[in-house]
């Protein structure tokens, strides 16, 4: 099993940068894929990027250019930079780690951009 933790949301001003951080444990070496979603109010939850254990990333369009993944194996967390953030970034950020086919997911932090 694996359990997450994010950190690093909050209030932000349009234009402003926000890094949020995941933190796994437990069986972290069992580990194919990251990935960070996001779900808005009143929307479906949707993939913002991801990054698997070969070191690959992707970026959803909507975010292409202003957020990174990236991932620090030796601390075991995994990271969204996110810079020129837009209103329409509002929503809460959850990290998930995907093992043999089963998805893993954290509690979730607000990000609210709003000036």
């Known amino acids: 099993q694996v359990q997450l933790v994010e950190s690093g949301g909050g209030l932000v001003q349009p234009g402003g940068s926000l890094r949020l951080s995941c933190a796994a444990s437990g069986t972290v070496f069992s580990i194919n894929v990251m990935a960070w979603y996001r779900q808005a109010p009143g929307k479906e939850r949707e993939l913002v990027a991801t990054t698997t254990n070969f070191g690959s990333t992707n970026h959803a369009d909507s975010v292409k250019g202003r957020f990174t993944i990236s991932r620090d194996n030796a601390k075991n967390t995994l990271y969204l930079q996110m810079n020129s953030l837009k209103p329409e970034d509002t929503a809460v950020y959850y990290c998930?780690?995907?093992?043999?086919?089963?998805?893993?997911w954290g509690q979730g932090t607000q990000v609210t951009v709003s000036s």
């Open positions: 998930s780690a995907l093992i043999s086919g089963y998805t893993y």
